[in-house]
């Protein structure tokens, strides 16, 4: 028994690396999508101040003519 005591323990350890390396792989993918979409926010937001930026510049000038 102690013979083929090993060899399950190797089976399960290949089959737990297995299941952990597709997990793996799938919060891989998960992260840089989600790693996109904030980095796709930040551009948009910064963008957003830069115009608004501008926006208060002129009403500035508005007020003060």
Known sequence: ?????????????????????KRIKELTISRDSWKAKY???????????MKLEIVKKNIQRIVQV
């Open 39 to 49: 980095m796709k926010q930040k551009e948009v937001f910064t963008e957003s101040q």
């Open 1 to 21: 028994m102690n013979e083929n005591d090993w060899e399950m323990r190797a089976k399960d350890r290949r089959l737990e690396n297995k299941a952990l390396k």
